[in-house]
């Protein structure tokens, strides 16, 4: 079967940095991606990728290996409103995301 | 630029009712569009999704059904509602590139509780 695994809570402090892992078994592969999703809101996109190595957006930076079926997260210079599920989704070979259950980030001051 | 409303934001039903969710798009021609449904701790789940008028792909076998009457509009409904419907619904519009689609855009939500 397909999945994928993120820890389901993480606790964080203001100005800290955080790593949330994602693992995934898929059949295929054909993308990575990262939303984030605020409480009672919908998904919003954070990064794509495709290729293994970094990809940085300002405070938010992803990464993936493909071999190692492995993604994480970085955030930098937490900020309160960082407070937020992060959801990892994969494409797999028919092009369909397979969903994370989400990591519920909380920050504290 | 490109937006996407659904609605209602929230919606309290009783078991047996019927149920309309609605959504459109603006700002773009033949997006691909979707129904997901959230359950608390779970990934989003793919109910339906479409690639154009009149096309419908279901994903989970239920009493939920789909339609899309124009480009950009994209209906979710039921006859009969059970209590396990009850949940946050998302729909997500996206443009096909060359592999496969590119990154979602959500609507607001709706959530349905179920009675």
């Known amino acids: 079967g397909q999945n994928i695994d993120q820890p389901t809570e993480m606790t964080a402090t203001e100005g800290a940095i955080v790593q949330i892992n994602c693992t995934y078994q898929?059949?295929?592969?054909?993308?990575l991606f990262w939303y984030q999703q605020h409480a009672g809101e919908a998904p919003t996109f954070l990064s794509y990728n495709v290729l293994d190595g970094l990809e940085e957006k300002g405070r938010f930076s992803s990464f993936l290996s493909r071999s190692k079926g492995y993604s994480y997260l970085l955030l930098k210079e937490l900020q309160m409103k960082d407070s937020a599920s992060y959801l990892c989704?994969?494409?797999?070979?028919?092009?369909?995301?397979?969903w994370g259950a989400g990591t519920k980030l909380i920050i504290k001051p | 630029s490109q937006t996407i409303h659904q609605w209602p934001a929230t919606l309290v039903q009783p078991v047996g009712s019927p149920l309309s969710l609605e959504c459109t798009v603006e700002g773009t021609s033949n997006p691909n569009l979707y129904w997901y449904r959230q359950a608390a701790g779970r990934g989003l789940q793919l109910l339906f999704y479409s690639v154009g008028i009149g096309q419908i792909s279901s994903e989970v076998p239920q009493n939920l059904s789909a339609s899309r009457p124009q480009d950009r509009q994209f209906i979710l409904s039921s006859k009969k509602l059970l209590l396990s419907d009850s949940g946050f619904y998302l729909c997500a519009w996206s443009v096909l590139g060359q592999d496969g689609d590119g990154e979602l855009f959500f609507g607001e939500g709706s959530r349905l509780t179920v009675l």
């Open positions: 898929t059949s295929g592969f054909n993308g």
């Open positions: 989704a994969v494409k797999d070979s028919n092009y369909q995301l397979i």
